[in-house]
């Protein structure tokens, strides 16, 4: 049995063979167990003998079946080792990089230079309550302006924002004044019921800005403004403020950027004028200063509404809004960050 089993185990070839061979040799119904079941047959002093061989018998083929079994083991993990080798040496395959997209590169160029001027970043909800959308800004529900701003309602209080406006009217209910002054902006999507052309998009970007502490001024908000043409579109640039109307904000302006040629080959962006407009933009309201729970009399600011799509066109000459909702990767991949 000892002969023959060894021999067994010795040329068993794959780990299936060993188990089943150890299964025959030493499991329930095998030889070893059943020599150590018919003990009671035997005379009592054949036993301890027979015992005693029996289970020599049946460490010497556990020890068998275990050193086949690593030896198996040994010989697999080579093979896999083997198999999964690579050779350094030949040419690799090229892994295509994707890049941010045009729209969330002008974005985090701006959240960079209010981060560093010490502007927190907020975030609000796209699908918004009237509440902020309007009531809050100074529009309540009669209010003409309304109609500046064609609104997709899902209910009569619910609706997709128009505007990032509301996220000044939740942050400024919020803010603790006696902490230190509330300086923020928040990028986002908008939503607006127009018909998609080259310059309408029924979903575009908006960066609401908004300061408000003790003595702030419309210089703080023209200073703040150049610094924000100056960075997205070069050092040259200048700015102008026009006269303009929103409900939450007075004084309101336009605010134009001086004419300047744009990134592709011959793409200039100058209107005969020498200017172009880029963002709304004044001094917060006291009716949403009063509604936030701010005094008035004691605080105010500035506020500003800017849209990335707009800037992304006029900087690199993009014509058409749409472009940059089409995911066509050939368009895409015009603005890949170098380096
Ligand atoms: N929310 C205005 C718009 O969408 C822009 C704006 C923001 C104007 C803040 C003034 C102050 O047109």
Known sequence: LKHNGLKEIKAAEGMDAVKKIKVSLLGKKGPITNVL???????????????????????????????????LEAALLQQKLASEAIDVTLPGTQVTEGNPHIITQVITQIEELFLGMGFQVVDGPEIEEDHYNFEMLNLPKDHPARDMQDTFYITPNILMRTQTSPVQARTMEKHDFTKGPLKMISPGKVYRRDNDDATHSHQFHQVEGLVIDKHITMADLKGTLALVAQTVFGAERKIRL?????????????????????????????????????????????????????????????????GPDRFAMLKYGVDDIRQFYLNDVRFLKQFAQKG
């Open 37 to 71: 079941r018919g003990m009671k047959d035997l005379a009592p002093e054949e036993r301890p003998q027979v015992g005693k061989m029996a289970n020599i018998l049946r460490d010497e083929l556990t020890k068998a079946i275990d050193a086949k079994t690593k030896e």
């Open 242 to 306: 026009r006269p303009s109307y929103f409900p939450f904000t007075e004084p309101s302006c336009e605010v134009d950027v001086s004419c300047f040629k744009c990134g592709g080959a011959g793409c200039a962006v100058c209107k005969q004028t020498g200017w172009i407009e880029v963002l709304g933009a004044g001094m917060v309201h006291p009716n949403v200063l009063k509604m936030a729970g701010v005094d008035p009399e004691v605080y105010g600011g500035f506020a500003f509404g800017l």
